[in-house]
């Protein structure tokens, strides 16, 4: 498991427990306890190699148990996940960082990455400090318990937060064996776990791409100029076609309205936001705005909604309709999973009046 060789190596990393001996600074190796390994210190009270050679100074720890955390979240179905995190990639190869973008008023594509909600676990150790002196197992257990209560890992991947309870230190001596002195310690960790299994590759798509835009602001009084014997009414009539990967955008008439509406998308959240019930989101005081012919008429698809910076696929949202002087947005919950909180961090984004 991922979880049990980051806290090895944050212990041999950055941990890195260490004794004099004979004036030399001696590394402590970290070892994980096999059963095989971990019932000899059982039975014996001490490790030895193959020849016969007491092991010292060593740690040795163990996973007790692996318990669910259902208090931090939850993935709620695991054949198909559905709360989701998505995260945005400021630059990458289909949007690069040039000066076109702010020139053009061009809107590039953005790349989105999509990463399940992990299985939140509370994972508990056993772990053992052998020495052959009380001062040599002292300056380890003064390092272990310094670095308690933080986060154990890699730098750059996994870390988890962990904690120690008592340190119970025991010295051992008989004639004809060797002194032996151990501490025994546990160690609570509160990790995550997402596991490489098919189910949860196949139930959720890992990266999409925004819509790319390339907004152009028609200035009609000025194209006079190219050409004096076409009047700014004419020029207002006339149909605009952009070809698009050589196919053709189906034609309408730019008027002032007819762009003022493209360009239109407001942002609702917070104050602004009300839940009626455990499925409606109501949009206070505003109005949906209707699209100026020949558009086709404002529906759900010129809506969007964000619970928790997770983006609602537009298939659950039921209807967007007026209701008096505010709007009204249907959430299928049953899709969604799990119904509407006042507690959800909550943003609409659409054709706002």
């Known amino acids: 498991m991922d979880i049990d060789t980051s806290i090895i190596k944050y212990i041999e990393q950055k941990i890195k427990p260490a004794i004099m001996q004979d004036g030399n600074r001696i590394q402590v190796p970290v070892m994980y306890g096999f059963p095989e390994r971990w019932a000899t210190i059982q039975e014996k009270g001490y490790l030895r190699e193959y020849s016969g050679r007491f092991i010292a100074p060593v740690i040795v720890l163990k996973r007790d148990s692996l318990e669910a955390n259902r208090n931090l979240g939850t993935k709620i179905d ?13 630059y990458t190869k289909k949007n690069q960082y040039d000066n076109f973008a702010a020139l053009s008023n061009r809107i590039p594509v953005k790349e989105f990455r999509m990463v399940v909600m992990p299985e939140y676990v509370t994972l508990k150790y056993s772990a053992v400090v052998f020495t052959n002196h009380l001062e040599q197992n002292n300056k380890i257990i003064e390092a272990l318990q310094y670095a308690a209560n933080t986060y154990w890992g890699e730098e750059n991947r996994f870390q988890f937060r962990a904690n120690i309870g008592s340190f119970t230190t025991s010295t051992e001596y008989s004639v004809g064996q060797d002194r032996t002195t151990r501490t025994n310690f546990d160690i609570t ?20 791409l925004s819509k790319a835009q390339l907004v152009f602001n028609l200035e009609t009084d000025d194209l006079t100029v190219f050409n004096p014997k076409i009047s700014p009414k004419d020029i207002a009539k006339k149909a605009v076609n952009f070809p698009v990967a050589q196919q053709t955008i189906t034609t309408v008439d730019m008027t002032n309205e007819v762009v003022t509406y493209l360009a239109t998308l407001v942002t609702k959240t917070g104050a602004s936001l009300s839940l009626p019930s455990n499925d409606t989101i109501r949009v206070l005081n505003t109005s949906i705005y209707p699209a100026p012919a020949p558009l086709p008429p404002t529906d759900k698809t010129q809506f969007f909604v964000v619970i928790n910076t997770t983006y609602i696929p537009n298939n659950l949202i039921v209807s967007v309709t007026q209701n008096g002087s505010d709007v009204d947005i249907v959430i299928d919950t049953v899709g969604l999973g799990y119904n509407l909180l006042t507690t959800n961090g909550i943003s609409v984004v659409g054709k706002f009046a």
């Open 189 to 208: 960790l509160n990790g995550y776990i997402i596991p490489d299994t098919v189910n949860r590759d196949i139930s959720y798509p890992k990266k999409y």
């Open 78 to 90: 695991a054949n198909r996940p559905q709360n989701i995190h998505a995260f945005e990639v400021p």
